[in-house]
């Protein structure tokens, strides 16, 4: 079996500058899922019929597919004009031979599922009949041959002087084919084609109820579906808590015995076993095992956060590893750095990386301590054991177990503030 999906839709009605197929939804475009249904039912041949201008739906699906092996191929077909879903499917006729069984699908569906190809499929093949359609959705499947006999006679003669594949069935039955009408046990929101912004608001909404389901059955506790918003590439495993308020986006990839939530905000990001990360933005970060991150961290791309560790209150890393044991309880900021296992990184502390125009890395070796408001001024390397005192303002290496000052020195004056 081939697909055809219909994908040349503007969309003008959503007034967006955005191709109505490539619109997101919980991070796949909508035509991706019906890509995703197709090739996940067994159909290895797909034709997308697009518009002109359309390279962003090619470098959209490239990229979706890029990780996938071997990367499927994909047909692509120019719709000249905007003449109707006739006339789309006449743009394909090239893709299609006669003994093919055609399926043709609306590309702006994203919640039909592989199960549903399946089960349309299989009543086709059952009924060894010439197409098989379903009731007032954009899904048909056609045998090859009588398809392209349609095409041969299809017209324009309506109000619209447009090109139907409505018409399809009633044409094929005058000449004498059996076409037979597939009634779906699905949720008639399973059906629902995509026009307008309000739509596409509804159909996310279905998806989402859709995701978190699949997490819950798998074993995902969701103390608030509602205010849950989940990526369809997102991985979670079992006994994985979730609080209100959160959204996974991307490849995030959550393991076992995590806490995430409330309010967590997290990009392409990983969280160990056992891990908590609340009221937090963390985006292309890496968190260990039995890791607590907030509440109101951020962590940017490139963090690596080891086991055990605490990433407290208002503290931001960037580009960094943090090793095994390490506390940074509040307030500071560490990017471009290195720093190993048992380290306590006090308040106010910054790894100042950047001079103006390059950025240099700071390296903190094990079991230092680095007091408050401390200011590492990097390239600058802090020795095994070593302890920056508060307040100071580092432009050297500091040797290993050896206490660094560098402040100003104390004065007093008597009676002064009196005065």
Known sequence: MKAIILAACHGTRMRSNTHKVMNPILGKPLLQYVTDACKDAGVTDITLVVSQGNDDIRAAMKKAYQDIRPIPEFRYTVQTERAGTGHA???????????????????????????FV???????????CSGVVTVNTCIYLFKGAVLLEWISQITDNNSQCEYYLADAPEILRDAGHRIYVFESDDEVSTFTGISTQAQLAEV???????????????GVRMLDPATTYIDDMVEIAPNVVIYPGCILEGACKIAEGAMIGPYAH??????????????????????????????????????????????????????????????????????DADVGRNVNYSCGAITANYDGKNKHRTVIADGAFIGCNASMVAPLTVGEGALVTAGSTITEDVPADCMSFGRARQVNKEGRAKR
């Open 89 to 115: 499917v006449q743009a394909a006729a090239g893709h299609i031979r006669p003994e093919d069984d055609v399926l043709i699908v609306a590309g702006d569906m994203p919640l039909i599922t592989a199960g």
């Open 118 to 128: 399946r089960e349309f499929a299989d009543f086709y093949a059952a009924k060894n």
């Open 204 to 218: 996310t909404m279905y998806m989402r109820h859709r995701i978190n389901l699949r997490h819950m059955e798998n």
């Open 266 to 335: 997290m990009l392409d990001t990983a969280v160990g076993k056992g891990s908590t990360v609340r009221q937090s933005v963390l985006t292309g970060a890496k968190v260990g095992e039995n890791t607590t991150v907030g509440p109101y961290a951020y962590l940017r791309p490139g963090a690596v956060i080891g086991d055990k560790c605490r990433i407290g209150n208002f503290v931001e890393v960037k580009n960094s590893n943090i090793g095994d044991g390490t506390a940074m309880a509040h307030l500071a900021y560490i990017g």
